[in-house]
């Protein structure tokens, strides 16, 4: 079997968009830092994230059955931090300050000035070792001229170069 340490050793040089996916239910807003998110199928509009078990936003969101993943833009690597559970940054992971408009339809945090947000129902659960898969059916898609952030090589890279 090759060497996990291998293979996340070179998953490091593979660029990804970074996203805030919330979800929100009786016990309030909720969002976590996710790369793992990916175009499913166009028709119908469908995405797929990938957890890890342990993430307290994966119960949530079957329990919720909504969810909204919100692609960061340049401005948003704080946030990311803060969302994927930096210790010092705690006091920015909530939806009170100017980053979030809460959507009167769902519910949902929504992210200002995303690059792009996709508003999710909950479909399937697919299980796979530490990991779940969520497929997501699109309600809603929204862009905006933001230019996305990209996580690679361990850290956070603009995109601003690519023109
Ligand atoms: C750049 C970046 C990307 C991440 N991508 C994922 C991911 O795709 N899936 C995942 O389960 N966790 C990912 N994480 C880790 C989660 O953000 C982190 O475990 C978070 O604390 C989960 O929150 P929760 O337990 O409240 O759900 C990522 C973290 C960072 C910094």
């Not at 909504?66 to 939806?95: E, K, M, T, W």
Request: aromatic residues 6%; glycine residues 6%.
């Amino acid at each position: 079997m090759l060497d996990p340490t291998q293979f996340t050793s070179a998953m490091r040089k593979a660029a990804t968009p970074v996203s805030i996916v919330t979800t929100s239910g009786e016990h309030g807003p909720h969002g976590a830092t996710v790369s793992a998110v990916c175009s499913l199928t166009a028709a119908p509009p469908a995405v797929l994230i990938c957890i890890n078990k342990n993430s307290r936003i994966l119960g949530m969101i079957e329990e919720h059955g909504v969810y909204c993943v919100n692609y960061i833009a340049q401005s948003h690597d704080q946030l990311a931090l803060a969302f994927a559970g930096v210790p010092d940054l705690a006091d920015q992971r909530n939806f009170g300050s100017d980053h979030w408009t809460i959507d009167p339809q769902t519910s949902l945090p929504v992210l200002s000035n995303a690059a792009a947000i996709f508003t999710c129902l909950h479909i399937q659960t697919v299980s796979f070792g530490t990991h779940r898969i969520l497929i997501g059916k699109v309600e809603r898609a929204d862009s905006t001229e933001a230019r996305p952030l990209t996580y690679w090589d361990g850290d956070f890279r603009s995109v601003a170069d690519m023109g």
